[in-house]
């Protein structure tokens, strides 16, 4: 992961001058790492895949990226947002989700998810959900899990390495990375809102990604 | 006299999904207005499904 995590910084080879979103050039998106996947490929996130780079990791196609999380905010801005759950198991994924949920809000689930909690009525943390989004599917397998048992839609953000069992939508992108993971949320986020008419496409977020970026604590 | 319930289908396999059985529904996600079907087995192996409304193909 740290191997991945040196080259994550690096991936700016875009141009500075198209813009992706209202006023933020494709070079600040890149910049997070979002289009960087592992150096696995599964036969699932095949499609997703842009090109190979020569030190073997996998690039995820930026279109693709940004095509699914227009998707996903337009269905969580159908979806009764209150019983919209967002996961993360993983620590970098802690702060976008929270900014996420703080934003349109979702129930954010950080950290270890009790098991139960969508399947057991007589847990204490019991939710009934109406849509479940996960950060890593492969690290949130017990949400995936339950989300199946009790047919609830799940969207998924999927690295190039994940698996996509159980997972209703993908969002293709790299869910280990600390900026990209931001990245990904700020987009969801500013997406949602403009889906649910809260936000005007040519308008901005009052957060940078910066601001959804978990931070790293020196000891 | 029988009558025929018609039961909803699973969109990738066209499987009959019976009520009780493990599945998931739900709108398009792309359009949001043709209601998508996933039988327990399609979801488990990721087969692709295609809203016949919008072309969208996930997941
Ligand atoms: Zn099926
Ligand atoms: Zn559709």
Redesign the pocket.
């Given at each position: 992961m740290s191997y991945k995590k040196d080259y994550e910084e690096k991936d700016e080879s875009g141009s500075s001058e198209k813009l992706v979103i209202a006023q933020l050039p494709e070079r600040t998106i890149l910049a997070t790492g979002i289009r960087v996947g592992t150096v696995v490929k599964t036969k699932y996130m095949e499609n997703f895949i842009s090109r190979t780079r020569p030190d073997g990791l996998h690039i995820i196609d930026l279109d693709k990226i940004l095509s699914r999380i227009d998707i996903a905010g337009r269905f969580i801005a159908r979806s009764d947002i209150k019983r919209t759950v967002v996961c993360s198991a993983r620590e970098y994924g802690k702060k976008p989700v929270e900014m996420f949920c703080s934003l349109t809000g979702a129930i954010p689930m950080i950290g270890r998810f009790m098991p139960g909690t969508f399947t057991n009525p007589l847990f204490a943390g019991h939710i009934d959900p109406e849509l479940a989004i996960v950060t890593d599917p492969l690290i949130d397998a017990q949400v995936v899990e339950e989300a199946s048992n009790i047919g609830v839609p799940v969207i998924a953000i999927c690295d190039t390495d994940n698996v996509t069992s159980n997972t209703d939508l993908v969002i293709p992108g790299n869910n280990r990375g600390r900026r990209a993971l931001a990245a990904i949320f700020w987009l969801l986020a500013r997406i949602v809102l403009i889906h649910s008419g809260a936000l005007s496409p040519d308008q901005q977020l009052d957060h940078s990604i910066e601001d959804f970026e978990t931070k790293i604590i020196e000891e | 006299m029988s009558e025929r319930i018609s039961l909803p289908t699973?969109?990738?396999?066209?499987?009959p999904?019976a009520p009780g059985e493990k599945a998931v529904k739900f709108y398009c996600l792309n359009c949001g207005q043709v209601v998508i079907w996933?039988?327990?087995?399609?979801?488990k192996f990721s087969?692709d499904y295609k809203c016949i409304n919008c072309g969208f193909i996930g997941p």
């Open positions: - | 699973c969109t990738s396999c066209n499987r999904i996933r039988c327990e087995k399609c979801r087969r």
